[in-house]
């Protein structure tokens, strides 16, 4: 066969090219040379002239629309200096809803009361939490306004008359723990709701699935409550059953309590982010403030939203 009868089906293969040129390629005969480049094929494409204007250019790049600067004057960043050792939030609630926790690991008795101290005039209640106990007797000593839970660990002193009053948040929030372990956890969560303003924080304490009995007889106030805060360590089972009964936002708390393949609290904090049981929020390990936090905003959130239903139907 003839090399160049495979011009026509390459020449016609290469048309769908606009502009490209082919040489089609050369094969040798036997006992011909061997091939060399010059018998590969060959595409061109012609030189643009240059007045042509149907190149396209890009646009140049448009600057970002600016933002507002954020009002560093405001209330809601005002900041206060205690000593050289601390500048506290002072528009953390305007901003937030909730208003500064001191966090008592790390800090000395004398920072800790110094830092309570001043936002006593600022906040309803002032709180820092996990103080051990050592620490918590030297504070309360210091200043015996100063009231300690030793479950909880947590520093609590209420403000001064004047200072602003914390408004109730309407909703029942329950606390439950998988075991007597846990309860450490839980404790700090209900004391951290009251704080916030939940006037209706219960704890119901061991009633794991270990024996499932347990909790099926407290079934019907479970579901009497409006948000479920579930601590629990071990294999973390409890939010997911817990979930898979009630129709209420259900919040885990997974504890470091367990065994060596707990992992320190790793394997309940798997098990509850992997939930079947849908919608279960999660927070850290042994996190009690922060699922109590959770709580706040979810009661909080239905609280004005129901404000505003009753206006517009009341409108």
């Not at 997911?240 to 504890?255: E, H, Q």
Request: charged content about 20%; proline content about 10%.
């Amino acid at each position: 066969m003839r090399s160049d009868s495979f011009a026509p089906p390459l020449a016609r293969a290469l048309g769908a090219f606009p502009g490209c040129v082919a040489r089609a390629p050369s094969f040798p005969r036997r006992g011909s040379r061997p091939p060399t480049p010059a018998d590969r094929p060959t595409f061109r494409r012609p030189r643009r002239p240059a007045d042509d204007r149907s190149r396209t250019r890009v646009p140049p790049l448009a600057s970002p629309p600016s933002s507002p600067a954020f009002p560093f004057d405001d209330a809601r960043s005002t900041t206060l200096e205690v000593g050289d050792f601390a500048k506290l939030d002072l528009g953390r609630a305007a901003r937030t809803g909730l208003p500064e926790v001191v966090w008592g690991p790390g800090k000395t008795p004398a920072q800790i009361l110094a830092i309570m101290e001043a936002l006593r005039d600022k906040q309803p209640v002032v709180l820092a939490t996990r103080v051990d106990p050592a620490t918590g007797d030297l504070i309360s000593a210091a200043n015996p306004d100063v009231r300690y839970d030793p479950v909880a660990r947590i520093c609590l002193l209420d403000g001064t008359p004047d200072a602003p009053r914390a408004d109730p948040i309407p909703g029942r929030l329950l606390v439950l723990t998988a075991g007597t372990a846990d309860l450490a956890v839980a404790r700090e969560a209900a004391v951290v709701a009251e704080a916030a303003g939940i006037r209706d924080v219960r704890v119901v304490a061991d009633v794991g699935v270990a024996g499932l009995h347990r909790l099926l007889s407290r079934v019907d106030e479970i579901r009497s409550a409006d948000v479920v805060l579930v601590v629990a360590g071990m294999d973390g089972a409890l939010p997911s059953v817990v979930a898979g009964l009630v129709d209420a936002p259900v919040v885990a708390v997974p504890t470091s309590v367990g065994y060596g393949v707990a992992a320190g609290g790793l394997s309940p904090l798997a098990a509850a982010l992997n939930s079947c049981a849908s919608g279960v929020v999660v927070v850290n390990i042994d996190n009690g403030f922060g699922g109590a936090v959770a709580a706040v905003k979810m009661l909080r959130a239905a609280g004005k939203l129901a404000g505003r239903i009753k206006k517009r139907e009341g409108g």
